[in-house]
């Protein structure tokens, strides 16, 4: 008995400030400004928004102008007609510039990989547009679209048609001019990264594909597009988040006009919250547009996810 309780003195005592502690309080120490900004930037203004949605707040009156009143902003939104015509100008957008603008990258990134040399001159050149400016873009396009001396429509006008399109100033076409400008300015980030996607698929498919007297079109449909598909994947759940958020080409062209024809939510956010400071209302669309991203991308993913699984 007195051997054992010997051996058990003679065992050194664990010190509660060890080693592993240290490492475990600098680590926290390190992620701690990281954790601090995602909680004052995007968890906070997140729940302090959902709140403000259930609200009659105008930013003007301070907080002491708040009124609690439940979902009357929600029910407005049902009613408000420019609410309604930017939701149908969004899912239009989104319908139109997602397919297209993936469909032309993927067909334009086959092409340059297998028939194009320096391929990495044509790299370059399609994605100068995507890290440029969206202003000086919306300026260049602009001036393109001016309905008299731009050189669209001095060029339709060459050709023969008497009266061509006043496109930003033509309530039918402001945004399918401003949705040809999109899918142009990120044509070049979705062909990069559909050429890295086709690095990885091995020419040994291709040549036994040729072996059994394959053409072009069934080598890309058989065997191209099935393996790009986590590319389009991912590609499609991101062009689908940005075109829910097009803002900054509609503020600088259009303005949401003529008439409305080119406003989308985030400009009626922005109206709303910024320049009526109605924010109770502003955030009651700001979680509907969130809720229907949430959607549409789940959508998306899941019918993906079959098709992989088929």
Known sequence: MSLAI????????????????????????????????????????????????????????GFEGMKWVGFD??????????????????????????????????????IIHTKVYAKDLFKVLFFIPYIC???AVA????????????????????????HPPKWLVDSHYAIIAIMVIAIWQALGYQMIIFMAGLTQISEDLYEAADIDGANGFKKFWFITMPLLAPTTLFLTITTIISSFKVFDLIKFLTDGGPNDASTVIVYRIYEEGFINFNMGYASAMSWILFLLVILVTSVTWIFQAKEKRS
Request: no cysteine.
């Open 133 to 135: 400016s969206t202003v």
């Open 139 to 162: 300026a260049v396009w602009a001036a393109l679209y001016h309905p008299s001396s731009g050189p669209i429509n001095r060029f339709l006008m060459q050709i023969g048609l008497e």
């Open 73 to 110: 902003n929600f029910t407005r939104l049902a009613e408000d007609s420019k609410f309604i015509k930017a939701l149908e100008n969004n899912i239009f957008f989104t319908a139109i510039t997602v397919p297209v603008g993936l469909m032309v990258a993927m067909i334009m990134a086959v």
């Open 6 to 61: 010997k051996r058990s003195t003679d065992q050194p005592q664990k010190k509660w400030w060890n080693q592993r502690r240290k490492e475990g309080i600098i680590g926290w120490i390190f992620l701690a400004p990281e954790a601090i900004g995602i909680i004052v930037l995007a968890i906070f203004p997140l729940i302090f928004s959902l709140f403000l949605s259930f609200t009659d707040w105008n930013l003007v009156n």
